[in-house]
Each structure stands twice: as structure tokens, then as C-alpha cells.
């Protein structure tokens, strides 16, 4: 009864919100994007200040640093500055990511001129007190304690460990770990915002209900004269701990599921084959109609769902598939999955499989920057891997000119079946025989107590 | 802020609400049915989520899964939830593909049984437990969301019994269950549907009644079993969970007025006051001062029938009984039940509860979902526009009241989850 399948009208016009650059007189960089929809206004500051230049014994340090922020400033301690946000409808979130620190928040306009004054005396002027610290530090061993018996955070943290060599930042959580969290003190955070922060390493993003005039005045009157000369961020090593494959058990006794990761070192953001790595991705285990997912859960109903991505860093980040399957059935999911890393390197995806993943990520940009903070993000993520200023123009484009040959030869030379990296958080009684019959390797197990310091 | 809002009946009984906004060329397609785990009958747990997934297997004209392959390949992102009181399903696409979302929604809500088989059902329920051992069964405190609600409402309620359903009751869902649940709740006169973004409104009048114009309307539902309770639990219920957890949680519920009644506002203003952000009374004293919690947070369910619920949630730093844990909140509670709040405070909620409100309002999926909410639950989809002003209506005055009529100890159900004891002998 239904009228047939309908045919699309004529596609709309589309361009990402249009950014205005300029540099302060002490050389803090703003980017500002006017969007005059809602009454609406989003700041984002990035500094140069991320995890990946915490040092070997420090790990945790950046991202300590960037939430002590947020717990007071020179003129006003962590609940004056507190009561100030929040009086003016907002908060302001701070936390470092691998490559930068942020600062966020998003306000009504009428309150943008108060707002930015706050943040911007968070970022020059923070007041980082003992009590401040060590509660931020006991609030991340706690995280920690926790972690030991919540499955997923657990596969990821010690899927990091396995997959990159000791040497590796990467190895260990961007937050850090128990032994590296309880060394760090307000002596150390103190000298990483000394050393770190200033206007050199700071880009501050304005999306929204405001004028770029309106924002230059508030930047040079709140951050014009930041002008402190810091460093820049070292690189990080992302080496691989082993060349070959390897299975690892982490012990989680009565587990009704394992959560799995399987996954090797990926590649640095700034790869010239990222766009067609993001679309072989997307068809091997990025979208919900990829073949991961649809053959783990829809043809096999092993799980819930299964994905796979690559998590781009400026070195390179992991590619990990990740999903939670019924213990039974952990030695065979592991098993399709494999088959499907194989596939998809051995021959070409059909003309279909291309033109659905290239018209998914082409055709849904636009929904992914409907909101002032997301339109933000986007500038962030452009400023800190040096992203050309045409990169939202071109996007699409980009997209759909990737080939069915692009994509088995980002396959090909992107993913390797010979240095998998299989992690298991399950129960180690029933699933470690079984994944040994995979001939991987033996299953290493491990407990999820275990602190997991190299020593 | 002014969202626009048009909205007609078909003649069937389809309710529709059209928001028409050209600043994106985005469109979003949202249907909220009213059916969710509360029409479920005995022994059927979890089947009104169940069936959420078979509405993802293909339809008359639809195959398996080509639901999400054909919205994906439009450029599109979609998905379904069901909660209590309500199902919804919803897409967000380029707005030149208004018609293939409308023809999908469409094409399942008028013809889906010819495409339902055993082995697709079969297939969606082992993904169904799988998706409960992974959000409750394999999840520290995973079973809160199923016992708080069975703590604050008596056992022949029908917000009572768990949403995700038990292991048993999935297991026996049947095909014929399938069609039995489609006939009596996905009818036209049972739904629904909004659509907000780029489109142009005559236009979009004409594809929805070309689309779903000729479905028929539905033979007729069985009445919902009483949602009325009386407005206090009448008692301090306790509930003590052993868990596989590292450290105690406390989640301390009570009932409170239902989305939408005038008390319900100063309930959220309550809320954001005791639980609400970094400068909440509760942060501020167990997490700042005292140092006893890790996290704490108070919100409330947003039921529309019966009884909503009031919920403070506080977890343990490691070193905290749950006793201290329990006595520091349970302070901070009862201060605020009984000497009320400030003119100040109320300002602060307020400012942040407005911020947040217009910041929902950006997505055109989720600005859809809202005006379906408040079509469906309080029967007049402009309510969008009116929320903001019902928040600055409430008064300290207004939060005292509330505070003394909902958070007293005769209206308590708390649950604490304690970590697991090691019995004698084993370590």
C-alpha cells in the first residue's frame, strides 16, 4: 500500500561556517566562527600542552594540570570561581587529550564578555593549591580502583599496554597510572603550566551568537598581553611492543561476557592516505552496515554491536576493534573478525559497499556540525594537525573521489594480520583454552588487580 | 528563542508536528509511539525493546537491515530507544531525502509483519541479551536503572519491572507476540511524528499524508493498569546490593510530581541546586570539603504518568563506608528539606537550566525529539516554547515546598550497592 521507493530531490546548498583568524598583539592565535541561530556562544581554548608530552615517570601530569584549571585562579578559589560560571549559566570543562589541553564552555551571548574574562584567568592566572591537587590526584586513583572491575575501560587501558612498546607514551593512559598519578605534585604541575602554556601554544575558538569585532575586543583585553614564551611539544615514539601476533587474557571471574580488543598501531593524523583509510574503515567496522558489525551481530548475534576505528593522534594512535560477546563465543568472534581483516586486504569492496561509506561520510557532514561546540571541536582538531584552510571545504570532495583501489591499497598496506593484537577481558577459565586453539600464540593471563608497571 | 511549531491530525489519527527551520540543509524525522515497557504484559519483560529491534528488520517493501543501509547511504544517521512510557524512532538526513524517511517510517508502521520471521527474531534476541550483559549484567552497578524503579513502585505497578526484561522472559517471546504488539500499538491513532529542519511545510503536508494517509487506524488498546501511587512511598525503603564493585554507591530515590506539572519545575530547579554541577550543595560538601564522595549528581526520571522519581546518585571514595557515605548525603538532603534553599541559589540553577535548555535546541534530530515528547506526554507540542518560561517561574518559595513535600523520610527508597564480601577462608 505504501507508494514506491522515492527518489531524492536536489540536494541543498552546504558550507561549513565561515572562519575569521587573527593573531593578538602578544601572539595568541583566535579563530572565530559566527553561527546566528540560537543565542548561543561557544569558547574553546587548545593549548599545546597534551598528554603525549608528559615524561617517562610523569605520566598523568598534563592531564592533572589541565583539570586544576578549573579548581581556581589567583583572584578566586575553586568555589568562587565555581559560583562565577555557574551564576552566568555555564561551566567550564577543562582535560587534556593526547595532543592538546582544553578549556570549554558555552554561554548565552549577553553573558560571552563575563564568561571569557573567567576563562581566560583560568588559563593565565590558575591558582593550582595542595588541596586542589592532591584531590584531583585521589580522584584518579579512584577512577583507577574502579576501572578493575568495569570491562571496558579496562580492555582499552591494557589493550594500550600491549599494543605499544614500554618506551611508547602511548603505552599507558593519558590520565596515567597508579604509580605514575601518586608521584606528581603542585611542584610539577606548576612547572608544566610554566613550561607549557602561553600564547605561542594557545589557539582560543569562538563559535556562535558573536561578532569576530566583539570577540577580538574581549581576547586583546583578557589575553592581549599573554605573551610568555614556552616550549613546544616533543613527538611521541609510537613503536610497537612486538612485530608478531599475541593473545592476552585479562581475568574477570563469572564474566557473562568477554570485552574484546583486537587492533595494532595505526597511523599518524597527518598520513597522506587518511581519507582513504577513514572510508576503508568505515566499510570494514566503522558504520553500523559495516561488515564487522553486521556479521557479529546480525548475521552471528555474538554481541550488541562491533566497531573498529583508528584513533588519530599526531603520531600514531592505535586501530582497534572493539566489542563485548557472549563468553561462549569469544575463540569464534575473534575468529570472524580475523576473516575479516583478511577479506577486505584480499580483494576490492564492491561499488556498492564504496558508494554507501563515501555517501555516508560525505552526505552526513553537515549533521555533525549543527551545534556551536561542535563546529568548535572541528577548529580544534583542524588547528592542532595543521589542517589546511580548506579542509571543510574540500571534505567532501575528498571523500567521494576515494576508489575501490584506494581502499585495498590503504587495506593492504594499513592493516596487519601478522601483528594483531588480541585482548581479552572475560573469564580466563573458560575462554583462554579456547583462544589458544586461534594459534596466535598462547594466551598471556593476567589479573585485573595487577597494577601493570613495567618494573 | 521561539522554535516553530505547526501541527494537524490524518484522519487516522496521526498526529503530526512540523518545525520548519532553513538554517541547515538538514532534516530530522522523529515518531514516538506511545507504547514502552509499561504496556508490557506478565512474563514478557523487555519485550516492548525487543520489538524496537525487529522494527530494524525490513518491512513490507524494506529488507533486513536495509533500513540503516538506505538512511546511511542518503548521508543520514538514525536510531530507536524505548523507555517506560514510550518508544521512538528517528532519523536525521540531508533535507533532499525528507521522502525516503518518511516512506520508511511509513512503510514499517503500515506493513512490517510480512517481513517478521522466526530466524530474525531469534537473532535479535540473542543481540538483546547481549546488549543486556553489556549494560547491566557486566557493568559495575549496571542494575541500578531495573531495581531502583522496582523499589519505588508496589510490584503490580507498571513502571516496576525492568526495561532491558529478564533472560526467562526474552527467551519466550514468540512471533505471534510480534504481530499481537504491532496490531495493538503501532497504529496511526498511537503515534507521533515530527519533523523539524529544512523542508518546506505544504510540501512536507502532502508526502506525510501521501505516506502514511492510507494506514489504517488501530482496533483499540487495552487500558494501561492504573499508574496512580499514592504521592509519598509512605516509607524509608532500603535495598543492599553485594556487587562485583570496588567501592559503595548510593542511589537515594524518591516519588516526585510527574513532567509537566507545575511542582515538576521546581523539582529541576531543586535538582540542580542539591546535585547540579561543580557548585551544587552536594559536590561542594562530599566531594570538595568532606571528601567522602568521588562523584554526585541529582536528576530527575521526567515519568509523565503516575509518579516521577527524584534521584540522588553518589559514589564512594575508596576509603568511605557506605554508612558515611550514606549519613553525609542523607545530611545534605535533609538540611534542604527542611530549611530550604536560597534566592540565590534558585538564580544559579536557573541560569545554568536555561543555557542547557537552548543548547538542546541546536540538532534538528533532537529539537524533533523534544516537540514529540511534549506532544506525546503532555499532548501539546509547543510546550517547546514554554518551558524556559515555566523554569523562571519557580520561586525559592516554589523549591521549599517541594523540598518539604518530596524529600522528606517518609518518601525514600535507597539502594546501596557495597563491594562484594569475600567469604571466610578464600582470598
Known amino acids: ?455 | 528563542m521561539q522554535i516553530p511549531v505547526d501541527s494537524f491530525h490524518l484522519a487516522n489519527g496521526l498526529f503530526v508536528a512540523l518545525s520548519e527551520d532553513h538554517s541547515a540543509p538538514v532534516v530530522a524525522v522523529n515518531l514516538w509511539y506511545r507504547v514502552g515497557s509499561a504496556n508490557e504484559r506478565e512474563g514478557r519483560t523487555g519485550f516492548a525493546h525487543l520489538f524496537e529491534h525487529m522494527l530494524f528488520q525490513g518491512s513490507e517493501h524494506v529488507g533486513a537491515n536495509e533500513h540503516f543501509e538506505l538512511v546511511q547511504r542518503a548521508g543520514g544517521t538514525l536510531n530507536g530507544s524505548t523507555w517506560l512510557e514510550r518508544t521512538n524512532y528517528f532519523e536525521t538526513v540531508p533535507s533532499h531525502h525528507l521522502e525516503l524517511a518518511l516512506w520508511l517510517e511509513a512503510d514499517r508502521m503500515g506493513a512490517l509483519l510480512p517481513a517478521m520471521t522466526q530466524e530474525k527474531l531469534d537473532t535479535q534476541r540473542d543481540v538483546v541479551m547481549n546488549e543486556r550483559r553489556w549494560s547491566v549484567d557486566n557493568q559495575p552497578y549496571g542494575t541500578w536503572w531495573e531495581r531502583l524503579p522496582a523499589l519505588c513502585f508496589p510490584p503490580t505497578h507498571p513502571f516496576h519491572h525492568s526495561l532491558i526484561g529478564s533472560m526467562d522472559d526474552l527467551a519466550a517471546a514468540t512471533l505471534g507476540d510480534v504481530a499481537e504488539f504491532f496490531r495493538m500499538y503501532y497504529t496511526p491513532d498511537n503515534a507521533v511524528l515530527t519533523i523539524a529542519g529544512d523542508f518546506d511545510t505544504a510540501t512536507a503536508r502532502a508526502l506525510v499524508e501521501s505516506h502514511f494517509g492510507a494506514i489504517p487506524r488501530g482496533a483499540g488498546r487495552p487500558p494501561l493498569r492504573s499508574m496512580e501511587v499514592p504521592r509519598t512511598i509512605g516509607e524509608w525503603k532500603r535495598a543492599v546490593i553485594d556487587d562485583d564493585v570496588m567501592v559503595p554507591r548510593l542511589f537515594l530515590a524518591f516519588r516526585s510530581p510527574v513532567l509537566g506539572a507545575s511542582d515538576y519545575y521546581a523539582g529541576c530547579v531543586c535538582a540542580a541546586i542539591l546535585g547540579q554541577r561543580r557548585g551544587s550543595r552536594l559536590y561542594r560538601a562530599l566531594v570538595r570539603d568532606r571528601e567522602v564522595a568521588s562523584d554526585v549528581s541529582a536528576f530527575t526520571w521526567d515519568l509523565a504518568k503516575g509518579a516521577d522519581l527524584f534521584v540522588v546518585d553518589a559514589t564512594a571514595r575508596p576509603g568511605t563506608s557506605a554508612a558515611v557515605l550514606e549519613a553525609a548525603v542523607v545530611a545534605e538532603v535533609d538540611r534542604l528539606h527542611q530549611d530550604g534553599v536560597t534566592a540565590d541559589e534558585v538564580e544559579r540553577a536557573l541560569a545554568l537550566l536555561e543555557t542547557d535548555y537552548v543548547s538542546s535546541m541546536q540538532a534538528a534530530g533532537d529539537r524533533a525529539d523534544a516537540i514529540s515528547k511534549f506532544a506525546t506526554l503532555l499532548g501539546d507540542p509547543s510546550a517547546v516554547n514554554e518551558q524556559l518560561e515555566r523554569y523562571r517561574a519557580v520561586t525559592a518559595a516554589a523549591v521549599n515546598a517541594f523540598a518539604r513535600t518530596v524529600l522528606g523520610d517518609d518518601n525514600r527508597a535507597s539502594l546501596m550497592y557495597v563491594p562484594r564480601t569475600v567469604p571466610e577462608g578464600q582470598t
Not at chain 1, 581519507?275 to 561488515?291: C, D, K, P, Q
Open chain 1, 1 to 455: 500500500m505504501n507508494a514506491p521507493r522515492p527518489m531524492p530531490g536536489m540536494p541543498g546548498p552546504y558550507e561549513f561556517p565561515h572562519a575569521t583568524r587573527f593573531t593578538l598583539s602578544g601572539g595568541l592565535r583566535v579563530i572565530v566562527a559566527p553561527i546566528h541561530r540560537l543565542p548561543l556562544v561557544s569558547v574553546l581554548a587548545i593549548v599545546d600542552a597534551g598528554a603525549a608530552g608528559d615524561v617517562s615517570g610523569h605520566e598523568g601530569l598534563a592531564a592533572l594540570t589541565a583539570a586544576a584549571l578549573a579548581e581556581g585562579t589567583e583572584e578566586r578559589d575553586g568555589p568562587a570561581l565555581t559560583e562565577a560560571c555557574e551564576r552566568l549559566g555555564t561551566s567550564v570543562e577543562s582535560g587534556a587529550d593526547w595532543d592538546d589541553a582544553s578549556v570549554r564552555l558555552t554561554v548565552t551571548p549577553a553573558r560571552f564578555d563575563d564568561a571569557f574574562a573567567l576563562l581566560a584567568e583560568m588559563l593565565r592566572a590558575p591558582r593550582f593549591s595542595v588541596e586542589d591537587v592532591e584531590r584531583l590526584k585521589a580522584e584518579r586513583l579512584a577512577e583507577l580502583l574502579q576501572q578493575q572491575v568495569e570491562p571496558r575501560g579496562l580492555a582499552d587501558e591494557r589493550f594500550a599496554r600491549v599494543v605499544y612498546s614500554g618506551s611508547s607514551r602511548y603505552a599507558r593512559a593519558a590520565g596515567g597510572s597508579p604509580a605514575s598519578v601518586r608521584v606528581l605534585n603542585t611542584a610539577l604541575v606548576r612547572a608544566w603550566h610554566t613550561a607549557r602554556y602561553g600564547a605561542a601554544t594557545t589557539t582560543v575558538i569562538v563559535t556562535g551568537d558573536v561578532t569576530p569585532e566583539r570577540v577580538y575586543e574581549a581576547a586583546e583585553r583578557h589575553l592581549g598581553t599573554w605573551c610568555r614564551q614556552v616550549q613546544t611539544m616533543s613527538s611521541v615514539s609510537a613503536t610497537a611492543r612486538t612485530p608478531t601476533c599475541a593473545v592476552h587474557v585479562v581475568g574477570k571471574a563469572d564474566a557473562p561476557q568477554s570485552e574484546l580488543r583486537v587492533g595494532h598501531v595505526g597511523i599518524p593524523r597527518g598520513h597522506p592516505d587518511y581519507f582513504a583509510v577513514v572510508v576503508m574503515n568505515a566499510i570494514l567496522g566503522g558504520l553500523f552496515t559495516s561488515r564487522i558489525n553486521l556479521n557479529l551481530r546480525e548475521v552471528h548475534a555474538y554481541t550488541y554491536g562491533a566497531h573498529s576505528a583508528f584513533d588519530w593522534r599526531r603520531a600514531a594512535g592505535p586501530f582497534v576493534i572493539g566489542t563485548a560477546v557472549k563468553s561462549e563465543v569469544t575463540d569464534a568472534a575473534v575468529r570472524e573478525i580475523l576473516l575479516e581483516i583478511t577479506r577486505i586486504r584480499d580483494a576490492e569492496v564492491s561499488a556498492d559497499e564504496l558508494d554507501l561509506a563515501t555517501k555516508y561520510l560525505a552526505g552526513v557532514f553537515p549533521i555533525r556540525y549543527e551545534t556551536t561546540g561542535a563546529v568548535a571541536s572541528a577548529l580544534a582538531v583542524a588547528a592542532i594537525y595543521g589542517l589546511p584552510d580548506d579542509y571543510f571545504s574540500t571534505y567532501r570532495a575528498r571523500i567521494s573521489s576515494v576508489t575501490c583501489d584506494d581502499v585495498l591499497v590503504a587495506a593492504r598496506a594499513h592493516l596487519h594480520p601478522g601483528a594483531l593484537q588480541v585482548l581479552a577481558v572475560g573469564n580466563a577459565m573458560t575462554i583462554a583454552e579456547p583462544l589458544a586453539a586461534l594459534h596466535l600464540g598462547t594466551p598471556v593471563v593476567t589479573d585485573a588487580t595487577e597494577d601493570g608497571e613495567d618494573s
